[in-house]
């Protein structure tokens, strides 16, 4: 079982960056995958960005590639989205998620079994 910690979110103007943090409290060593993902009022939740864990491979979704990094610090167990060239769109609320099954998919819900409570994003034009 792995409880996730999510900080960072917050307002900012189009243009502007941020960086969210996802933490996991439990047992951690044999989490396979951790990706963030969105989801706007009326939408569907969508993956944003995946990281695999042990390789270091990461996915990402064609609207934020280019703009947003997803990066893990192993010292720390913590995960991070920098969110770069903020447009209105990507105004949402975020969530961490985790799996411990591998090959699975990375940018899919249905591939994570652990998620956390989300952080709102709000980019103002």
């Known amino acids: 079982q792995v409880q996730l910690v999510e900080s960072g979110g917050g307002s900012v103007q189009a243009g502007g960056s941020l960086t969210l943090s996802c933490a996991p409290i439990g047992y951690i060593d044999s989490l396979d995958r951790m990706a963030w993902f969105r989801q706007a009022p009326g939408k569907e939740r969508e993956g944003v960005a995946c990281i695999v864990r042990g390789k270091g491979s990461t996915v990402y979704a064609d609207s934020v590639k280019g703009r947003f990094t997803v990066s893990q610090d192993n010292a720390k167990n913590t995960v991070y989205l920098r969110m770069n060239s903020l447009k209105p769109e990507d105004t949402a609320m975020y969530y961490c998620?985790?799996?411990?099954?591998?090959?699975?998919?990375?940018?899919?819900?249905?591939?994570?079994?652990?998620w956390g409570q989300g952080t709102q994003v709000t980019v103002a034009s």
């Open positions: 998620a985790a799996d411990y099954r591998r090959s699975y998919g990375c940018l899919g819900p249905e591939s994570f079994g652990y």
